[in-house]
């Protein structure tokens, strides 16, 4: 089992930067897939980022690719999303989740483990 807390969100303006992190408990962090997703409100919770095991692989949604880059550090149990560029349409609460199988990285019913996710909010 993991357990998952995001920190680094807050209030910017359109065009800044910011880099959540999401901090895993446990000595097993390397065996999990890692992902990020957000909610704005009233939407459902959507894929933004995914990273294997090891960080070799990465998968991003259209809509944040070429702007977010999601990483990883084994040895410090974190995963982190650096932000830039951000646009009044990220604003939502951004949540990491952890999969031990990552059968469907952009999925999130098939992440087992979440954190309580960390507020972004980008002013225009």
């Known amino acids: 089992q993991v357990q998952l807390v995001e920190s680094g969100g807050g209030l910017v303006q359109a065009g800044s930067s910011l880099r959540l992190s999401c901090a895993a408990s446990?000595?097993?962090?390397?065996?999990?897939?890692m992902g990020w997703f957000r909610q704005a409100p009233e939407k459902e919770r959507v894929f933004v980022a995914a990273?294997?095991?090891?960080?070799?692989?990465?998968y991003y949604a259209d809509s944040v690719k070429g702007r977010f880059t999601i990483s990883r550090d084994n040895t410090k149990n974190t995963v982190y999303l650096q932000m830039n560029s951000l646009k009044p349409e990220d604003t939502a609460v951004y949540y990491c989740?952890?999969?031990?199988?990552?059968?469907?990285?952009?999925?999130?019913?098939?992440?087992?483990?979440w954190g309580q996710g960390t507020q972004v909010t980008v002013s225009s």
């Open positions: 989740a952890a999969d031990r199988n990552w059968s469907a990285p952009k999925t999130a019913t098939r992440y087992n483990y």
């Open positions: 446990g000595r097993t962090f390397s065996s999990y897939a």
């Open positions: 990273i294997g095991w090891n960080g070799g692989i990465t």
